[in-house]
């Protein structure tokens, strides 16, 4: 059903849903006069949006924990190129398993590896290291903000299908009453 | 029951109104772990003015102690500390911009639909 939705999308395809202005124009033009399958339809398309909402978040919360992560890796490997450059070596308790920590004493190399994931290991120099960081750094903000500009919009949509089956219900709710007693309403108009 | 027509404009109110009160729990959400991170360091700063600053583990990256000199410690976590604090006054400041509109939404938003509209938490 195309008329509950406006035609519009953002810029990842989310469509826009339509406002409605008078719902018993709506109605005409949707179905048959009853309201079910207006609600039926709006009530699959929140549905819809609910479950995009969930997969924004899950997104948003794994990019929540990612940046914090390599801003810390940025900060490790930041402190190894100072001593590199110092030409010190540096005592390290370092995490072998939980709850146990090896000691070293690490001399800086130049090079550090980085896990990639996918079981992917790369050794890069110190600068190269610090420059791919820095960029998935930046594009784990970048895919946060936009996970961010689709919630909100997402939650406009969920409002407003929600805002537009209340009316719709209210709508026929108020169709019922003067149904019923049409008398009355024949003396007021 | 007075009926009240919900206009164009009033769904972008609460649309809005909506989209602030996520953005609110989302915001306080945050705020308390900076807290939390900020009251860590300042233990820390702490223990590292109370000790008698040798052989100071210093834990970077998350998962690894790294031995550093007091100095060097004390530095790191004012660094941070400030840092936060920073972070911390942009939440407040955001929090409470948040918490202004959503007074001025409710207002408006009641004032047209009284009782026929719920725009609490």
Redesign the interface.
């Known amino acids: 059903m195309a008329t509950i939705l406006s035609g519009n999308t953002n810029p990842r395809g989310i469509p826009h849903v339509a406002f409605i202005d008078s719902v018993e124009s709506t109605l005409a033009a949707t179905t048959d006069g009853t309201v079910e399958t207006l609600i039926g339809a709006f009530n699959e398309l929140h549905q819809k949006f609910k479950i995009l909402e969930g997969h924004k978040a899950r997104t948003k919360m794994s990019m929540k924990q990612k940046i914090p992560e390599i801003t810390k890796t940025l900060q490790l490997v930041e402190h190894l190129k100072a001593k590199h450059e110092a030409e010190e070596d540096f005592m390290s308790h370092y995490s072998l398993s939980e709850m146990i920590y090896g000691r070293a004493t690490i001399t800086p190399t130049g090079n550090v590896c980085l896990w990639l994931g996918a079981n992917v290991m790369v050794e890069y120099p110190y600068d190269e290291a610090l420059d791919i960081l820095t960029l998935s750094l930046k594009n784990a903000k970048l895919r946060k903000d936009i996970c961010d500009e689709d919630l909100d919009m997402l939650r406009d949509q969920i409002i407003t299908v929600e805002v537009n089956m209340a009316r719709v219900f209210n709508y026929d709710v108020k169709r019922r009453r003067d149904e019923k007693k049409p008398e009355a309403g024949a003396i007021e108009a | 029951m007075g009926?009240v027509e919900?206009r164009?404009e009033d769904?972008l109110l609460?649309?809005e109104f909506?989209?602030l009160n996520?953005k609110m729990h989302e915001r306080k959400a945050d705020r308390a772990v900076l807290q939390k991170s900020l009251e860590e360091f300042d233990d820390a700063t702490t223990e590292l003015a109370m000790g008698d600053g040798d052989d100071v583990?210093l834990m970077?990256?998350?998962?690894?102690?790294?031995?550093?000199g007091e100095d060097f410690a004390t530095e790191y976590c004012e660094a941070e500390q400030e840092k936060i604090q920073a972070e911390m006054d942009h939440e407040d400041a955001e929090i409470e911009k948040i918490a202004a509109r959503q007074k001025e939404l409710k207002v408006v938003l009641y004032g047209r639909f009284g009782s026929q509209i719920n725009l609490e938490e």
């Not at chain 2, 970077?60 to 550093?68: A, H, K, N, P």
Request: glycine share 16%; hydrophobic share 35%.
């Open positions: 009926d919900v164009k769904q609460i649309n909506g989209r996520a583990k970077l990256g998350g998962e690894s102690f790294v031995d550093v």
